[in-house]
């Protein structure tokens, strides 16, 4: 079974420096970034934003270094200004690397993500063990400007590129019995050491409804401002639903299985009473120890308040009506 995700379309054609290049000439020529970005030594320079969490003694290497990025032509993006990549970049939670905000970058080295499989199985009618390059490269790359609200409640504004879920799903072909996707993170403590330390159940699993997995929103994310994905981001494919809150976006991913039951997810496991397995951002249902009214976006010295869904709720509010949102946290 292994290796027999299609070849459509041929991946010559999709790769995201081509994308990347293609979108930098489009804004070049509509004249929109004049006076927004420069490049000023090979290093990211935002007007209007700055860093807010120096990384001490990282650096990222040359083919990492964030380049202006073509605002977005995508129905869902956000034209809100993008967080820098080195904030991105230094600035998250990945607890296989350790706890804190800083470790993922300092210690994601270790991390090897080629050769990489992803194991695509349970509830569909073409199951597979696909090389991930070799998935990659059978879709069309996206971008997505979408906004990011961690439960923590900060904030960011992120240019993935990834494919549609529901695109690769609907190539593995779901039966009708697949209700609900779980996801499975990669378990190796010698490549993630965070993983030696009893802070959470390993490996970290997550999971969505069927019909959120297949939400046109819905992203496997391979790439941030045109660049291959970082290994602290989540390398080489992490999930992306930007109307959940940030640890829903489950990264290194090793297994997608499609299942009849609700699949179990880590922190749901780890304390049920504070992280629910929806985990819809709902400004109006707090979480134990953070307000969920307002966030701090980064880059940004004030709070600002939050909104439903983050902000996608046209899109997909739908998808809970009849939900009673304070019990399906």
Known sequence: MRDK????????????????????????????????????GGGLYLLGLKRTR?????????GAVAQPVAPAAGAFDTDEPRTPYEDITTYNNFYEFGLDKNDPARRAHTLKTRPWTVVIDGEVHKPQTVDVDQLISG???????????????????????????????????????AKYVAFTTLEDPEQMPGQK?????????????????????????TGLYGKQLPAQNGAPLRLVVPWKYGFKGIKSIVRISLTREQPR????????????????????????????????????????????FNGYAEQVADLYRGMDLKRDF
Request: with cysteine.
């Open 5 to 40: 995700l299609p070849p459509e379309p041929p991946g010559s054609e999709v790769t995201p420096e081509k994308l990347y290049l293609r979108r930098r000439e489009l804004l070049k020529n509509a004249g929109l970034f004049a006076g927004t970005a420069a490049v000023v």
């Open 54 to 62: 120096p990384m001490d003694g990282f650096v990222p290497d040359a």
């Open 139 to 177: 879709f069309p790359l996206e971008e997505r400007v979408y906004r990011m609200r961690c439960v923590e409640a900060w904030s960011m504004v992120i240019p993935w590129l990834g494919i549609p879920l529901g695109k690769l799903l609907e190539r593995v072909q779901p039966t009708s019995f």
């Open 197 to 221: 330390s009893p802070v959470l159940d390993w490996p970290y699993v997550e999971g969505l409804r069927l019909d959120e997995a297949m939400h046109p929103l819905t992203l496997l994310a």
């Open 265 to 308: 997810t880590t922190w749901n496991l780890a304390n049920g009473r504070e992280y629910g397995f929806y985990a819809n951002v709902n400004p109006a249902v707090d979480h134990p120890r953070w307000s969920q009214a307002s966030e701090r976006r980064i880059g940004d010295t004030g709070r600002r308040p939050t909104l439903p």
